[in-house]
């Protein structure tokens, strides 16, 4: 029978985490646990996943994503669930390499030929936001995303919200009507001032507003999805079917699962299904890896409510790497008009290079996110 012989994490800049599982017939499986700002804790986690998972059969999934998940008497959290994520996905991995298919074949077969995407632009100010939107609008892309604002007052001023609507207003005028832009509040508003920004913004039919109160504060997103028509998104810090359920009860429209965090390809097929039952749309986070993008693919091209799918080519956080520098074929994850075409490879479909991963390894990362603070000196919201 074969087994599962060995369990490896590789410490990748800009912030991410690779797991990779051999087993005792020599065959690999790659899957990501990146947990921006903490790898090295869910680095550990893994290692300690592993003493269960040395000597197990590779393919009876299920069974270990619940002793994983629900083992130890203390379960969840983002540290835990990370690790199991990045497990799982190389289980996925290694089964569909086992049989020579890609993983949505396994999870019922393909509902979509395609995949749309959406990039993400930078810029503080109108004239650099029209820039990096007229940008990806070049390079083909239909859709983009960006942040609302930088540190947000307790109570914005007038010039804050005030800036909220130019920016995106510059976005929606390079885009015209025919393609979208989401906008990302990052937590980082008052639910007062989420309710006033959507008001403000809602002219310019936002495709979504991402995540307008922390998620600590979900109890209080039926109040958001209530004061406005435009779709309310979240999700990217909920770890399970059951954080989920309050806010799909609540009203949004768009889930945001991370493969990464929310317990995988196992986790995340199960709340797609589960906000399929409120008619709410799925569109995972990632602003990660290779791995983490294919796994969120592999999902999206087998879940019916599948809306559109982040990617971080290029983004902000990329310094010192990029997605595609650990990958040995590029080709499958090419965008053609905004869109990828239907992974075919087995497995989560993309073959990584081993030798740039161990390389990249020796240097590791210690990616941390900014803490910021006020005027006064209280901790704000990043």
Same mark, same amino acid.
């Given at each position: ?74 379960? #969840? ?8 994520? @990045? ?20 999870? @019922? ?41 930088? !540190? ?23 885009? @015209? ?26 002219? #310019? ?17 039926? !109040?958001?999805?209530?004061? +406005? ?114 992974? +075919? @490879? ?37």
């Amino acid at each position: 029978m074969e087994t599962i012989e060995r369990v490896e994490t590789f410490l990748v800049a800009p912030r991410w985490l690779f797991v990779r599982i051999e087993t005792s017939g020599g065959l690999v499986g790659w899957g990501e646990a990146s947990c921006e700002g903490r790898s090295e804790t869910v680095r550990t986690a893994v290692e300690q996943l592993s003493e269960y998972l040395i000597g197990q059969d590779p393919f009876r999934i299920e069974d270990h994503w619940q002793v994983m998940s629900k083992g130890s008497f203390y379960r #969840y959290g983002v540290i835990l669930s990370s690790a199991v994520s @990045g497990i799982d996905q190389a289980l996925w991995d290694l089964l569909g390499r086992s049989v020579g298919l890609p993983v949505h074949q396994l999870l @019922g077969g393909p509902v979509r030929d395609r995949i749309r995407v959406y990039a993400w632009v930078g810029g503080d100010e109108p004239d650099e936001v029209a820039d990096h939107v007229a940008a990806q609008v070049e390079a083909g892309m239909t859709a983009v995303k960006m942040n609302a604002s930088g !540190k947000m007052s307790p109570i914005a001023t007038a010039a804050e919200l005030a800036g909220v609507e130019r920016r995106v207003a510059a976005a929606r005028d390079v885009l @015209g009507p025919t393609r979208d832009v989401a906008v990302d509040l990052h937590g980082r508003f008052t639910l007062a001032d989420a309710r006033r920004v959507a008001g403000m913004i809602e002219p #310019y039919h936002p495709f979504f507003i991402e995540e307008p109160v922390i998620p600590e504060n979900s109890h209080l997103i039926g !109040k958001m999805v209530e004061s +406005t028509t435009v779709p309310i998104s979240t999700g990217e810090r909920l770890y399970n079917r059951q954080e989920f359920l309050p806010v799909l009860q609540a009203g949004i429209a768009v889930a945001q699962p991370d493969l990464s965090h929310a317990g995988g390809i196992s986790e995340v097929r199960r709340i797609a299904s589960l906000a399929e039952t409120f008619d709410v749309q799925l569109a995972p986070h990632c602003p990660l890896g290779p791995l983490a993008f294919a796994s969120s693919l592999q999902v999206g091209f087998a879940a019916p409510n599948h809306l559109i799918q982040e990617q971080s080519i290029g983004i902000h956080y990329n310094e010192g790497a990029e997605v595609l520098d650990y990958v040995a074929d590029t080709a499958p994850l090419r965008f053609v008009d905004g869109h990828v075409e239907r992974l +075919t @490879g087995p497995g989560l479909g993309i073959e990584i290079d081993e030798a740039a991963v161990r390389d990249a390894d020796k240097r590791g990362h210690a990616w941390r996110n900014p803490v910021w603070r006020h005027d006064n000196g209280a901790f704000a919201e990043w």
